[in-house]
Each structure stands twice: as structure tokens, then as C-alpha cells.
């Protein structure tokens, strides 16, 4: 009898983090890698403050875009190399379900950082970026890149070249989520008219559920033994 | 198969209408002036007074000249009037009208001059680099003064070119004058409005953000050719440089893509074969 | 210990399956095809009187992009009725269509930027048009690379029609952009332009005439025949490929 479908996704997701509670693997790389990120763009844009003002929301969402890559990498490699992917398979739970489970642990882990470096960047980079429509439209990016990331790691986790891989085949998918996603927050920070940036985030969130029914609906076909 | 060749009569069919009918729909074959620093259309029916830089058309029916000539000064004003002085032998003075305007290659500016009653000239000049363009329609012996000039569109919406046509009478014009009749008119420069009374004819066509114009006191009967000729100067000028090199190149990475994408397969069949020969031999010797 | 080898050369062939007519009548048509649609580009059509002789291209560039929807949709078909029915033909064809879609769309980035160069003054321009342009290039260049990069005959079938199908999401993205993204100065010529629009152009009747077989061509004949040849010769590597695998298990 298969677990019904929330069941076994919530299990997953419980399962990822308390691993991550006891281990703090994901999340501190993760971390630490955004601060680092954010402190050399700092560095390398200092010169400029106008420059510096005008490439916050690249910033975030070029550092945001590499966390979640790492993330997904190393989870997927643990997963894999603890035998954890199969573990799965073989459990009576839909694929679907593995692949929200999935999707929202990435998701999760990625949106703390996100959250932890929104609060930095107001500080290193002088724009507020502690405002709910820049929350919201991050939370959404972070999203988007989740669905097309869970997708892809679990393929290239399973190719020869592994952590190579990811980024060859995630970032041109992710871009029309990063295109969007940069553009609503600039209008956001910029304070362009509503009509500007809601247009954006708008289009952000149409190809995010777009691309993760997709995704929900092709997951099957990565996972097979 | 059947399908195939349905499809491919359908094709030659069509390439071979394409072949007859693509030879009508254009200006075909416009002849171009080519210079080191510019290439012009050649207006045809007009007196070729070109030297090897300036491009010089002369109409002696209408008493006008369209010279396209690079001046080596970067002061446009300078420039523009010496080119007119050396050209026509007259001091042109200073400019009557002056402004800016920004065209499809970059800032340029629209002069009028009026040396005396007998010669008048419109000049569009731009800087380019360390010299000067100067495009000039100049006038001699006119029955009614004409002039020609570009102007930025004062409202981008706007479906013609009758607001900057008011607001150049009312620049150029003493008295100003309102033109009630109105007609619109296909010219190979573009589609042209035409505004007339018994005094003035003026003409307006819309091209990007930009509108061009063209005014004559007294009813111009020639205006809408000389204005045509004008201006399918100014945008000879500005969009087409000589621009074949660039097509021929084109051509290249299309013809060097194709090829790679076919030698490559047929590349791939010759590396299979030999493996395959390879193997064969392989068994063959072991056997 | 000598093990005497089971495999004589006779053993080691490749079914030669001769070219089917019809594939052999596509390729004549589409060499033909391609030459008078040059012929019609090039020397029938008259030349722009604001463009000058560089619009011409436009008669490739704009063909090429459609090619490549063709050979790029045959991918995502390829891809989703492989997920459905696991024949290998359709992962072939998927393939087949990302080889021929990426050399066309090659044509058409390469077109578009010498064209920019006398009529926009640049190369490139990180015009939204443009820039997904070159963002479909590199998606399926990335489905080269993956694909390589994947051992297992039937994992990778079934991953690459995954990233076929998702791969297609740029080539809508790229051809309805002007519609999401209005401040493209990318011109449109069937249809109206964006008000930035540069470089456009008057569909006249000689135009049209001119662009509809070579549009024609491009769309169908080009894509079709190439993918068909690339097809074949994918089935003869796999076949060989077994044949090795075979040998050497001997």
C-alpha cells in the first residue's frame, strides 16, 4: 500500500531536516558561502557607490542562484552516497511526493539564507531590502530555483561528472527565473511605478508554478532504478 | 512520399512566383554614390555633378541642389558654412533656424540659411569624429522659398507629422499660416502627409522618433519630388553605409555552420566505417 | 589461458539499410530549395532602400530561427513520447533535433549580429530578444554536454527527454518575449513593431515573396532532411556501438 502523498512528502521533508539539525552540513556551507559571495561583490563594487546601489538585487540573486546550486549538489550527493535516493524508491511513496519533499527541503535551507542575507545587504550595500515585497518576491525566486534544481540535481547526480554538471544544465533553465526575479526587485528598490515591478513578480511566480508542474509531473523519469 | 512532392511543386512553385514578383516590390536596384566616408543614392534624373567625395545632384527645372560633402572641421556651424560658401560661391551668413535632433546614427542638426532673396539652403550636419557631414538642399533662383528640415516628434502617439509641421510654420512662417487641405501621398521615402493652402504647401513624414519636413511658399508644385529626393538622401545616408561586406560575411557563417553540421555527419560516417573495418579486422586476425 | 574468440568478421556487420527514395528526393529538394532560396534572397528581392544591401540577410536570419523551432519542437516530441512509449527511435530523434535546431539557431544568433553591426552600430546588445536568444543557444549546447556526461543507455534516454522538454521552454520564451518584455528594439516585421523598434522594415509585397518559400524551406524541408540523415547515422553508431561492447566482452 503506497503512503498517501502529503504523508510521504512531510516524512521526507522531516527526515532532511532533522539531518541537517543534528548535522548543520547544508546550511553552514550554504551560509557561508552567501557572506562570502556578498563580501567579495562588496569588495569588488566598492569603488562605485552608485554602482554598488544599482547591483544590489544582482547580487543577491546571483549569490542566491549559486546557494542553491551548492545546496542542492552536496544534499544530493550525501543522499545519494548514504543510499538514502533509493531508500526512497523503494519505499511505497509516489515519486511526486519525493520530489516535493525534495524540492521543499532545498527550498527551505535556501530561504534561510536568503533571509539571513537581506538583513546584510541592507547594511553592507545601503538599500533596505527588509521590505515585505522584496521578502515575498525572494521567497518565490528561491522557489522557482528549487523546482528546476531538485529536478536537475537528481539527474546529474546520477552522471559521471556529478557537481560539474549541475550548473551546465541549471543555469540557462534558471534563467528566466533570474531575468524576472531581478527585475522586480530592482523596480522594487528603485521605487519604480507599481505597475513595473508587479508585472515582474507577476511573470515570476506564472513560470514558477509553470515549471513546477512540469517538473512534479517529470520527476518520475529521473528516478528509476 | 506523396506528401513530399505535393510540398516540394508547392515550393519551386512558389520560389519561381517569389522569383517574377519580388522584382516589383522594391525600390530595385537603386544606384549608390560610394565614397571613402559616405555612400548616397544617386538620384536619378537629376544632373550628376558628384567629384570623387561630394556627392552633387543638380535639378536645373526647380534651380535645386543636393550636396552630401564631408567637411574636415569639427565646428558644425563652421563647417556647414563653408561648405555652402566653397559650393555656390556665396557668403550664406548665419543660420536663420538651428536644431537639434536626435536620428537613427546619432545627433544631428538642422540648419536653414538664407544668403538673399535669390538662394536659400536646409542643411542637415552631423559630427563624425574630427569632420563634419553636411547634407544641403540649396535653392537659387527660387519662386518660393523651400525648406527642409527634421524634427523631434513632440508627441510619440501621434499617428502623423502635423504637430511638428504647425510648429515649424510657426518658426519659419511670417505670417504664420494655417493649411486646411490635407491629403496623404506614398513616396519611396516613406508615406508623407500633405498639408496645402493657396499660399504653402507642407509635408511631413513620421520615421522612428522623428518627423521629416519639407515647406514651400506658394503652392510647390515640385515639392513632394524635391522633398523625396531630399530626404531619401539623408536616410541613404545615415542607414546605408556600405554595408555588403557585412552581408557577405553572413553569408559566411551561415555556409561555414551548415557545413560544419554536414561534414560533421558525414565526418562521423567515415569514423564509423573505419572503426567498424577496425573491428572486422580485429575478429579476423583472432579467428 | 588462450580462449579461442567466437566472433568471425562475418559476425561484425551493420545492417546496411539502403537510403529510403523518399529521404534521397528530400535531399535533392532541399539542396535545390536552399540554392533558389538564396537566389531569391540574394538576387531576385530588390534591395532595401533604407537598409541597403545587409537587409538581404534577413532572408536567412529569420528562416534560420523557425528551422530551429521545427528541429527543437521535434526535440520535445521526441522527448515526451520516448517518456511514453520507450522507443529508442524517439530519443534519436530528440537528439537529432538538438544537433540540427542548435546549428540553426547558430545561423540565426550569428545573422542577427552582423546585421546589428551597420544598422544598430553593435555586435550585441543585451536586448531582452537577444539575450534569450543566446540563452536557448546555450540550453542546448548544455544538452550536449549532459548528455555526454551520462553512462547508462536508457538513464540517459529518459533524462535527456526530460531536458528536451523543459529545454523548450526557452524557445517559446525567445519567440513570444516582444509580447512580455515591450522595450526590446528588436524589430518585428510581420505584425506591429515595439515602439523602440530599430532597424525595421516595410513587409512589401517583394518582401513577402521573397521570405515565404525560403520561410518555407527553413521550416520544413531543411530541419526534416537533416534530422533524417542524423538519425540514420545515430542508429549505425549505436549498432556499432553494440558491436564493440560485444567484441570486447568476447
Same mark, same amino acid.
Given at each position: 500500500?503506497?503512503?498517501?502523498?502529503?504523508?510521504?512528502a512531510?516524512?521526507i521533508i522531516?527526515?532532511?531536516l532533522?539531518?541537517?539539525f543534528?548535522?548543520r552540513?547544508?546550511?553552514s556551507?550554504?551560509?557561508?558561502f552567501?557572506?562570502?559571495?556578498?563580501?567579495v561583490?562588496?569588495f569588488a563594487?566598492?569603488?562605485?557607490?552608485?554602482?554598488?546601489e544599482?547591483?544590489?538585487?544582482?547580487v543577491l540573486?546571483v549569490?542566491?542562484?549559486?546557494?542553491s546550486?551548492?545546496?542542492?549538489?552536496?544534499?544530493?550527493?550525501?543522499?545519494?552516497?548514504?543510499?538514502?535516493?533509493d531508500?526512497?524508491?523503494a519505499?511505497?511513496?509516489?515519486?511526486?511526493?519525493?520530489?516535493?519533499?525534495?524540492?521543499?527541503?532545498?527550498?527551505?535551507?535556501?530561504?534561510?539564507?536568503?533571509?539571513?542575507?537581506?538583513p546584510l545587504?541592507?547594511?553592507?550595500?545601503?538599500?533596505n531590502?527588509?521590505?515585505? %515585497?522584496?521578502?515575498?518576491?525572494?521567497?518565490?525566486?528561491?522557489f522557482g530555483?528549487a523546482?528546476?534544481?531538485?529536478?536537475?540535481?537528481?539527474?546529474?547526480?546520477?552522471?559521471?561528472?556529478r557537481?560539474?554538471?549541475?550548473?551546465i544544465?541549471?543555469?540557462?533553465?534558471?534563467l528566466p527565473?533570474?531575468?524576472?526575479?531581478?527585475?522586480?526587485?530592482?523596480?522594487l528598490?528603485?521605487?519604480?511605478?507599481?505597475?513595473?515591478?508587479?508585472?515582474s513578480l507577476g511573470?515570476?511566480a506564472?513560470?514558477?508554478v509553470?515549471y513546477?508542474v512540469i517538473c512534479?509531473?517529470?520527476?518520475?523519469?529521473?528516478v528509476e532504478? | 512520399?506523396?506528401?513530399?512532392?505535393?510540398?516540394?511543386?508547392?515550393?519551386?512553385?512558389l520560389l519561381s512566383?517569389g522569383a517574377v514578383?519580388?522584382?516589383?516590390?522594391?525600390a530595385n536596384?537603386?544606384?549608390y554614390f560610394?565614397s571613402?566616408?559616405f555612400?548616397v543614392p544617386?538620384?536619378?534624373?537629376w544632373e550628376?555633378?558628384?567629384?570623387?567625395?561630394v556627392?552633387?545632384?543638380h535639378?536645373a527645372e526647380?534651380?535645386?541642389t543636393?550636396?552630401?560633402?564631408v567637411?574636415p572641421q569639427?565646428?558644425?556651424l563652421?563647417?556647414?558654412?563653408?561648405?555652402?560658401?566653397?559650393?555656390?560661391?556665396?557668403?550664406?551668413?548665419?543660420?536663420?533656424y538651428q536644431?537639434?535632433?536626435n536620428?537613427?546614427?546619432?545627433?544631428?542638426?538642422?540648419?536653414?540659411?538664407?544668403a538673399?532673396?535669390?538662394i536659400?539652403?536646409?542643411?542637415?550636419?552631423?559630427?563624425?569624429?574630427?569632420?563634419?557631414?553636411?547634407?544641403?538642399?540649396?535653392?537659387?533662383?527660387?519662386?518660393?522659398?523651400i525648406?527642409?528640415l527634421a524634427?523631434?516628434r513632440?508627441?510619440?502617439?501621434?499617428?502623423?507629422a502635423?504637430?511638428?509641421?504647425?510648429?515649424?510654420?510657426?518658426?519659419?512662417?511670417?505670417?504664420?499660416a494655417t493649411?486646411?487641405?490635407?491629403?496623404?501621398?506614398?513616396?519611396p521615402s516613406?508615406?508623407?502627409?500633405?498639408?496645402s493652402?493657396?499660399r504653402?504647401?507642407?509635408?511631413?513624414?513620421?520615421?522612428?522618433?522623428?518627423?521629416?519636413?519639407?515647406?514651400?511658399?506658394?503652392?510647390g508644385?515640385p515639392?513632394?519630388?524635391?522633398?523625396?529626393?531630399?530626404?531619401?538622401t539623408?536616410?541613404?545616408?545615415?542607414?546605408?553605409?556600405?554595408?555588403?561586406?557585412y552581408?557577405?560575411?553572413?553569408l559566411?557563417?551561415?555556409?561555414?555552420i551548415?557545413?560544419t553540421?554536414?561534414?560533421?555527419?558525414?565526418?562521423?560516417?567515415?569514423a564509423?566505417?573505419?572503426d567498424?573495418?577496425?573491428?572486422?579486422?580485429?575478429?579476423?586476425?583472432?579467428g | 589461458?588462450?580462449?579461442?574468440p567466437k566472433?568471425?568478421?562475418s559476425?561484425l556487420?551493420i545492417?546496411?539499410s539502403?537510403?529510403?527514395?523518399t529521404?534521397?528526393?528530400l535531399?535533392?529538394?532541399?539542396v535545390?530549395g536552399?540554392?533558389g532560396?538564396?537566389?531569391?534572397?540574394?538576387?531576385a528581392?530588390g534591395t532595401d532602400?533604407?537598409?541597403?544591401?545587409i537587409?538581404?540577410?534577413?532572408?536567412?536570419?529569420?528562416?534560420?530561427?523557425f528551422?530551429?523551432f521545427?528541429?527543437f519542437?521535434?526535440?520535445?516530441?521526441?522527448?515526451?513520447?520516448?517518456?511514453?512509449?520507450r522507443?529508442?527511435?524517439w530519443d534519436?530523434?530528440a537528439l537529432?533535433?538538438v544537433?540540427?535546431?542548435?546549428?540553426?539557431?547558430l545561423i540565426?544568433l550569428?545573422?542577427?549580429s552582423?546585421w546589428?553591426?551597420p544598422? %544598430?552600430?553593435? %555586435?550585441?546588445?543585451?536586448?531582452?530578444r537577444?539575450?534569450?536568444a543566446?540563452?536557448m543557444c546555450?540550453?542546448?549546447?548544455?544538452?550536449?554536454?549532459l548528455?555526454?556526461?551520462?553512462?547508462d543507455?536508457?538513464r540517459?534516454r529518459a533524462?535527456?527527454?526530460v531536458?528536451?522538454?523543459l529545454?523548450?521552454?526557452?524557445?517559446l520564451?525567445?519567440?513570444?518575449?516582444?509580447?512580455?518584455?515591450?522595450?526590446?528594439i528588436?524589430?518585428?516585421i510581420?505584425?506591429?513593431?515595439?515602439?523602440?523598434a530599430?532597424?525595421?522594415?516595410e513587409?512589401?509585397?517583394g518582401?513577402v515573396?521573397?521570405?515565404f518559400?525560403?520561410?518555407l524551406l527553413?521550416l520544413?524541408?531543411?530541419?526534416?532532411?537533416?534530422?533524417?540523415?542524423?538519425?540514420?547515422?545515430e542508429?549505425?553508431?549505436?549498432?556499432?556501438?553494440r558491436?564493440?561492447t560485444l567484441?570486447?566482452?568476447?
Amino acid at each position: 500500500m503506497k503512503t498517501p502523498f502529503f504523508t510521504g512528502a512531510a516524512a521526507i521533508i522531516k527526515k532532511d531536516l532533522r539531518a541537517e539539525f543534528r548535522a548543520r552540513e547544508l546550511v553552514s556551507v550554504m551560509g557561508l558561502f552567501a557572506l562570502l559571495s556578498v563580501l567579495v561583490f562588496s569588495f569588488a563594487l566598492e569603488l562605485d557607490r552608485e554602482a554598488r546601489e544599482e547591483a544590489v538585487s544582482g547580487v543577491l540573486w546571483v549569490t542566491l542562484i549559486f546557494a542553491s546550486m551548492l545546496g542542492l549538489n552536496r544534499g544530493m550527493a550525501l543522499e545519494c552516497d548514504q543510499g538514502g535516493l533509493d531508500a526512497m524508491l523503494a519505499a511505497p511513496v509516489s515519486r511526486s511526493a519525493i520530489y516535493l519533499g525534495k524540492l521543499l527541503g532545498n527550498f527551505i535551507f535556501t530561504a534561510i539564507v536568503g533571509m539571513v542575507m537581506l538583513p546584510l545587504m541592507t547594511v553592507l550595500y545601503g538599500k533596505n531590502l527588509l521590505d515585505a %515585497w522584496v521578502i515575498g518576491t525572494t521567497v518565490i525566486g528561491v522557489f522557482g530555483f528549487a523546482t528546476i534544481g531538485t529536478l536537475l540535481a537528481t539527474m546529474t547526480v546520477q552522471t559521471r561528472a556529478r557537481e560539474a554538471l549541475l550548473p551546465i544544465a541549471m543555469l540557462p533553465i534558471v534563467l528566466p527565473f533570474l531575468l524576472t526575479a531581478v527585475r522586480a526587485t530592482t523596480g522594487l528598490l528603485n521605487g519604480a511605478l507599481d505597475g513595473e515591478w508587479r508585472g515582474s513578480l507577476g511573470m515570476l511566480a506564472g513560470i514558477t508554478v509553470i515549471y513546477f508542474v512540469i517538473c512534479l509531473l517529470l520527476y518520475r523519469y529521473v528516478v528509476e532504478e | 512520399m506523396k506528401i513530399t512532392i505535393t510540398l516540394a511543386t508547392f515550393v519551386f512553385a512558389l520560389l519561381s512566383v517569389g522569383a517574377v514578383n519580388a522584382q516589383g516590390g522594391e525600390a530595385n536596384g537603386v544606384a549608390y554614390f560610394r565614397s571613402r566616408a559616405f555612400n548616397v543614392p544617386i538620384l536619378a534624373g537629376w544632373e550628376d555633378q558628384s567629384t570623387e567625395t561630394v556627392a552633387q545632384f543638380h535639378l536645373a527645372e526647380a534651380g535645386a541642389t543636393i550636396r552630401t560633402a564631408v567637411v574636415p572641421q569639427d565646428d558644425i556651424l563652421a563647417a556647414a558654412g563653408a561648405d555652402l560658401s566653397a559650393a555656390f560661391g556665396v557668403d550664406f551668413g548665419a543660420p536663420i533656424y538651428q536644431d537639434k535632433v536626435n536620428l537613427a546614427d546619432g545627433t544631428w542638426t538642422a540648419l536653414i540659411y538664407e544668403a538673399n532673396a535669390r538662394i536659400s539652403a536646409s542643411v542637415m550636419a552631423r559630427l563624425a569624429g574630427s569632420e563634419t557631414v553636411v547634407i544641403s538642399f540649396v535653392e537659387s533662383d527660387p519662386v518660393g522659398r523651400i525648406l527642409m528640415l527634421a524634427a523631434t516628434r513632440s508627441d510619440e502617439s501621434a499617428a502623423d507629422a502635423s504637430g511638428e509641421i504647425a510648429t515649424a510654420i510657426d518658426r519659419l512662417l511670417d505670417p504664420p499660416a494655417t493649411l486646411e487641405r490635407q491629403e496623404s501621398l506614398a513616396l519611396p521615402s516613406g508615406e508623407w502627409l500633405l498639408l496645402s493652402s493657396e499660399r504653402y504647401t507642407a509635408m511631413g513624414m513620421v520615421f522612428g522618433n522623428d518627423s521629416y519636413l519639407a515647406i514651400a511658399e506658394l503652392a510647390g508644385e515640385p515639392l513632394p519630388m524635391l522633398a523625396d529626393a531630399f530626404n531619401r538622401t539623408l536616410l541613404g545616408f545615415f542607414i546605408t553605409p556600405d554595408n555588403s561586406p557585412y552581408l557577405a560575411l553572413g553569408l559566411a557563417a551561415t555556409f561555414i555552420i551548415l557545413g560544419t553540421l554536414v561534414g560533421s555527419l558525414f565526418w562521423r560516417e567515415r569514423a564509423l566505417r573505419k572503426d567498424l573495418a577496425l573491428l572486422q579486422a580485429l575478429a579476423g586476425a583472432d579467428g | 589461458m588462450w580462449e579461442k574468440p567466437k566472433l568471425a568478421a562475418s559476425d561484425l556487420q551493420i545492417e546496411e539499410s539502403p537510403q529510403p527514395r523518399t529521404l534521397r528526393i528530400l535531399t535533392v529538394i532541399t539542396v535545390l530549395g536552399f540554392a533558389g532560396s538564396l537566389y531569391l534572397g540574394l538576387a531576385a528581392a530588390g534591395t532595401d532602400i533604407l537598409q541597403g544591401e545587409i537587409q538581404r540577410i534577413f532572408y536567412i536570419h529569420m528562416p534560420s530561427f523557425f528551422g530551429a523551432f521545427t528541429a527543437f519542437g521535434l526535440t520535445l516530441i521526441g522527448g515526451l513520447i520516448y517518456l511514453a512509449r520507450r522507443r529508442e527511435h524517439w530519443d534519436r530523434i530528440a537528439l537529432a533535433g538538438v544537433e540540427v535546431g542548435l546549428a540553426f539557431s547558430l545561423i540565426n544568433l550569428l545573422t542577427g549580429s552582423i546585421w546589428a553591426r551597420p544598422i %544598430w552600430n553593435t %555586435w550585441w546588445t543585451w536586448d531582452p530578444r537577444l539575450t534569450s536568444a543566446a540563452i536557448m543557444c546555450l540550453t542546448y549546447a548544455a544538452y550536449l554536454m549532459l548528455r555526454a556526461g551520462i553512462d547508462d543507455l536508457d538513464r540517459r534516454r529518459a533524462f535527456m527527454s526530460v531536458y528536451g522538454i523543459l529545454a523548450f521552454v526557452t524557445v517559446l520564451i525567445t519567440l513570444f518575449i516582444i509580447r512580455i518584455v515591450p522595450e526590446t528594439i528588436h524589430p518585428v516585421i510581420v505584425g506591429a513593431s515595439p515602439q523602440n523598434a530599430q532597424g525595421g522594415f516595410e513587409a512589401t509585397s517583394g518582401v513577402v515573396m521573397a521570405l515565404f518559400p525560403s520561410l518555407l524551406l527553413w521550416l520544413i524541408f531543411m530541419p526534416l532532411t537533416l534530422i533524417w540523415h542524423r538519425i540514420r547515422l545515430e542508429k549505425r553508431i549505436e549498432a556499432l556501438n553494440r558491436l564493440k561492447t560485444l567484441a570486447l566482452s568476447e
